[in-house]
C-alpha cells in the first residue's frame, strides 16, 4: 500500500459500543509521532462522554457530516495522514460499504482497515443481530468486541468458535479495561478481511484468455451472478441478503 496516500479506517458498530474510545486510543498511541488525522462522525450520532478527547493530541480534527442514504458525502480530506471515518450507526451497513468504495476513489484515498466493535451486551440481548454482526466482520479486518461484563462467557466464546469455524481472517480482539495492548498491530493497513470487494482488480490488459463460444453465452435472462454476495439484489431491487433494522432494536435498547 502507498503511503502517498491518506490512509481511511471505516469503523462499525451500534451506539455506545466503545467506538470513540478505540480511536481515541488509535489516535494517542497508534500514530506515528506528528501524523495528522481526521475523524469524521455522522451529524445523526448524539455526542459521547469524553468524544473532546478526541482532539487532544496536536493535529487532530474532528467534523460532524451529514450523511445521504444513497452516498458517503464529499469531504476535504487531507493530503496525508489518517481518516477515521465512523459509519452511520443507525443506517444500513452494506448500503454504506459498498458506497465506501467509490468514495475512497473520488477522494484519492485508500482503505486502511474496516472495524467492527460488537457490543457483547447488546449482542447478546438481541439473538436475532447475528447477521446483522456476521455482515459487518465479513467486510472486517478487525473486530473489538466490548462491554463484556454481565456476558456469559459460554456466549463470548460461541460467537467466537463460529468465526474460528468458518475460518475468518480477521483479527478478534477482546477488549480490557487496560486498552489495547497493540494499537500498532490494529493499524496496519494489511487486508484480513473475508470480503474482496477492495481488492485492486488484477490488471489483464494484453493478456490473451481463451474462452469456451458455449459457455461464453450471455445469460438468457440477462443476469449474472454477483461476486460480493452481499451486494447481490433481486429484481424488485431488495437485497438477496437482507439485514435486521437495527434501529428497531435501538429502540429497545
Known amino acids: ?29 497508534g500514530l506515528e509521532p506528528g501524523e495528522p ?15 473532546d478527547k478526541l482532539v487532544a493530541r496536536a493535529g487532530i480534527e474532528v467534523r460532524r457530516l451529514k450523511w445521504t442514504p444513497a452516498e458517503l458525502p464529499a469531504v476535504e480530506l487531507p493530503e496525508k495522514g489518517a481518516v477515521f471515518l465512523f459509519a452511520d450507526s443507525g443506517a444500513d451497513p452494506i448500503t454504506q460499504i459498498e458506497s465506501l468504495k467509490p468514495w475512497l476513489e473520488l ?8 472495524f467492527t466493535v ?10 436475532a443481530l447475528r447477521h446483522w454482526y456476521q455482515a459487518c466482520i465479513h467486510f472486517s479486518d478487525v473486530v473489538f468486541l466490548t462491554k463484556r461484563e454481565g456476558v456469559a462467557n459460554k456466549w463470548v466464546s460461541d460467537f467466537l468458535k463460529h468465526y474460528q469455524d468458518e475460518c475468518f481472517p480477521c483479527l478478534f480482539i477482546q477488549m480490557k479495561k487496560t ?7 490494529v493499524m496496519t493497513p494489511e487486508p484480513r478481511r473475508v470480503s474482496q470487494y477492495f481488492d485492486e482488480a488484477e490488471d489483464l ?18 443476469d449474472l451472478p454477483a461476486l460480493e454476495p452481499y451486494f ?10 437482507e439485514l435486521p433494522d437495527i434501529r428497531q432494536y435501538l429502540k429497545k435498547a
Do not use: W
Not at 37 to 51: D, N, Q
Not at 107 to 114: P, S
Not at 179 to 185: D, H, K, M, R, S
Open 118 to 127: 460488537v457490543d457483547c451486551q447488546f449482542a447478546e440481548k438481541h439473538p
Open 205 to 222: 490488459s494484453g493478456v490473451e484468455i481463451e474462452t469456451d463460444d458455449e459457455e461464453d453465452e450471455e445469460d438468457p435472462d440477462g
Open 179 to 185: 486498552g489495547l495492548a497493540n494499537p500498532a498491530l
Open 107 to 114: 477522494h484519492g484515498a485508500e482503505l486502511a482497515r474496516i
Open 232 to 241: 447481490e439484489r433481486h429484481r424488485n431491487n431488495r437485497r438477496v441478503k
Open 37 to 51: 488525522a481526521l475523524v469524521l462522525l455522522a451529524e445523526s450520532e448524539a455526542p459521547a462522554a469524553g468524544e
Open 1 to 29: 500500500m502507498s503511503s502517498e496516500k491518506t490512509k481511511v479506517y471505516f469503523i462499525l458498530g451500534t451506539p455506545g459500543s466503545g467506538r470513540r474510545e478505540i480511536v481515541r486510543e488509535l489516535l494517542e498511541f
